[in-house]
């Protein structure tokens, strides 16, 4: 579920634990209105994620929030793929170095 770039990307920007408008996240992401509705929607299947639809004036709006269960899997979800890059490079830790610039939205 999580190995989707996406869905990883949703998950991440999730992670300071504030809640995060649909306009918000959309731009974090840079996916578009579908894809996202589509990508939330399967993560808050699964628990990952909770949406909530909160009043603001008089306007209703979409917001993200990461759940317990969802940042546990995704904490597992990194500890495995640190583990394939310690494997791989026989070097512990060696997933923390920065090895290229990654100028994605959702990374930054």
Not at 24 to 53: F, P, W
Not at 64 to 81: D, Y
């Amino acid at each position: 579920m999580i190995s989707a770039p996406c869905r990883l990307g949703i998950l991440a920007t999730l992670v300071p634990g504030e809640p995060i408008s649909f306009t918000e996240m959309k731009a974090a992401t840079s996916l578009s209105d579908g894809n996202l509705h589509v990508q939330t929607r399967k993560l808050a299947g699964v628990g990952y994620i909770d949406i909530n639809k909160v009043m603001r004036g008089r306007r209703t709006v979409t917001e993200f929030s990461l759940t317990e269960l969802g940042l546990e899997r995704l904490r597992l979800h990194v500890m495995k793929l640190q583990k394939v890059l310690d494997a791989a490079t026989g070097e512990p830790g060696v997933g923390s170095r920065s090895r290229r610039r990654d100028d994605s939205a959702v990374w930054s």
